[in-house]
């Protein structure tokens, strides 16, 4: 059980400082010179008390997984000699790749990977996440413990490419791996601040969940979860440490699903009194979800995840039809050099877009898409405000919004995301306190800033007594 907490001298978001005594998990009392005896007593100095930073796009055990695997695409790795460098580490067990893009060697597949890595099973993770290539030995792995080669499973005149394409539940029981661990996310998340998380990983099932509530129970991850997955997804029971977040249908632009079918999924969801959230990183994926989505009918909960191009015709349509988006302004800092080499110029103001959204009425909130993505918010609060790239170079900088603005993206409520959460009696005390006011914070954003992480009235990360570096 968590104690009791009294935070003293904090600054809130509308300006106020105040005392704010927790108690049984919850914000109890806030008001000036509270009388409160405490268990643990924080002088937080005037400085910034924030609700709890919330991811709204992440695969945590992709990105658990991903600490310990081999970076093979950009920046560390940027072309094929750099690549064979990278999977040339020693050893006997699998070789994990993660983050390939094509700009480094082209599509590869397995004879490329045996070329490299001839004596021990490799597989390489794109960069979108939705395709692993295998060497001969990772293939012969993969297909020994005789399951039926799934569609996703690509052949080329007549024999394996080794490439498998969005089939990572089949991938998990063909290999006989169990999730990993969530203890080193669960840190580095609460380092940041994040005190909650929607996790959006496609494939989540029952059998996902379970490991997701056995690692909170653990206390590897203090966060708050919101679960999305398949439709299939807490029909027999969920454990009451995770919320139900929406059903999740991922999209590629060259193999879309049947028209009818999306449609048909999008309205049994809303059957079972769940939103949709669609991947949608190109236009035509976006066309083809507002087409489906306007015959299906839209409830509150319906989402498009990044809606990476958006139009103004298409933005306007997403506000007609009531629905929310949650956009990841950090791929402007991290791959904003491979979009000014790759896109046409003339499509760079229509990228990533939140001016255009905000001006149109559309509720939206940010998520890292961890671990395609880096977990740090006050990295992509930074990159919102600067709509700058890696390199320095402007990236549609009519779409940068205030660090207020920017803030308030992880602010949203995970299950509407027009509301913005706040310090308030009765809340649940999932708070972030930094080291100074908000006057000072907001030209520095930084995870520096994060002075303690507080999940449910328990501190989960410690700096009180160190100066921001």
């Not at 669960?186 to 509530?213: C, I, K, Q, W």
């Not at 009818?260 to 809303?270: E, F, G, K, N, T």
């Amino acid at each position: 059980m968590a104690g009791t907490l009294l935070i003293r001298q904090a600054e809130l978001l509308d300006g106020r400082i105040a005392d704010i005594f927790v108690a049984d998990r919850r914000i109890v009392a806030i008001d000036r010179g509270l009388p409160h005896r405490a268990d643990r007593v924080i002088d937080a100095g005037d400085a910034l008390l924030l609700p709890g930073l919330h991811d709204h796009h992440i695969h945590v055990a992709a990105t658990a997984a991903a600490s310990a695997s081999v970076r093979c695409g950009p920046p560390e790795v940027r072309d094929a000699e750099a690549l064979a460098r990278a999977l040339s580490a020693r050893g006997e067990g699998w070789l994990r790749g993660i983050g390939y893009h094509d700009s480094v060697a082209g599509p590869i597949d397995r004879r490329w990977l045996d070329a490299v890595v001839p004596d021990r099973p490799v597989r390489v993770q794109h960069r979108s996440g939705r395709l692993w290539v295998f060497n001969s030995i990772g293939l012969e792995r993969l297909l020994a413990y005789g399951l039926t080669p799934p569609e996703g499973l690509e052949r080329s005149g007549g024999e394996w490419t080794g490439r498998l394409y969005d089939e990572d539940a089949w991938a998990r029981r063909a290999l006989g791996g169990e999730m990993p661990s969530f203890d080193r996310v669960g840190a580095t998340l609460a380092r940041y601040g994040v005190t909650g998380v929607t996790e959006m990983s496609p494939a989540n099932d029952d059998a996902v969940a379970r490991h997701f509530a056995g690692e909170r129970a653990r206390g590897a991850l203090p966060q708050q979860v919101l679960i999305a997955g398949t439709l299939a997804l807490g029909q027999s029971g969920l454990d009451p440490s995770l919320r139900l977040g929406p059903v999740k249908l991922h999209l590629h632009e060259a193999h879309l699903p049947d028209y009818d079918d999306a449609v048909r999924l999008i309205r049994s969801a809303h059957a079972r009194r769940r939103g949709v959230a669609v991947h949608c990183v190109t236009e035509v994926e976006l066309l083809f979800t507002l087409a489906a989505l306007r015959e299906a009918g839209t409830v509150p909960g319906d989402r498009i995840e990044h809606a990476s191009v958006a139009p103004d015709h298409l933005v306007a349509q997403i506000a007609e039809l009531r629905l929310a988006v949650v956009a990841q302004p950090n791929f402007v800092a991290e791959r904003g050099d491979a979009y000014r080499a790759d896109i046409a110029e003339a499509r760079w103001p229509e990228l990533y877009r939140l001016r255009a959204f905000a001006a149109a009425g559309v509720p939206f909130a940010a998520g890292s898409d961890a671990p395609f993505g880096a977990p740090d918010p006050w990295a992509a609060m930074a990159a919102t405000v600067s709509r700058r790239t890696a390199g320095g170079h402007a990236l549609g900088t009519a779409e940068a919004l205030t660090p207020e603005e920017a803030l308030a993206l992880f602010l949203a409520d995970p299950i509407a995301l027009d509301r913005t959460r706040s310090v308030a009696a009765g809340a649940a005390a999932d708070l972030c306190l930094l080291h100074k006011p908000w006057r000072d914070a907001r030209s520095s954003l930084s995870a520096d800033l994060v002075r303690a992480t507080i999940i449910g009235g328990q501190i989960v990360h410690d700096r009180i007594d160190q100066p921001p570096a």
